[in-house]
């Protein structure tokens, strides 16, 4: 079964934050670092990765995204924090 994932970036603890989905999360997330892409994370150096969900549902990861997309900024910080509380980049625990 294939997975997609919501997932927010940041520029550095409290900083500008990003919050995108996927189906691919090792590609999109090396993009960003990368500035394959260029736009918005690249423009606000928006890299480091510090929350993701995980699900089966393309239909609801789009449909949460664009919740949280909405959400006051502080929402968004106070998840990151609930799940990430030093901010680390999580993208590395991805790759091993």
Do not use: C
């Amino acid at each position: 079964m294939k997975s997609h994932y919501v997932y927010i970036l940041a520029s550095h603890r409290n900083g500008t934050l990003y919050v995108g989905v996927t189906s691919d999360i090792l590609r999109r997330i090396y993009e960003h670092k990368n500035d394959v892409t260029g736009g918005f994370t690249s423009t606000y150096n928006v890299k480091t990765l510090v929350w993701f969900d995980e699900t089966p549902d393309i239909t609801e990861a789009i449909r949460q995204e664009k919740r949280m997309k909405k959400w006051p900024r502080a929402w968004k910080i106070d998840l990151i924090e609930e799940h990430n509380p030093l901010w680390r980049d999580l993208y590395p625990e991805l790759l091993s």
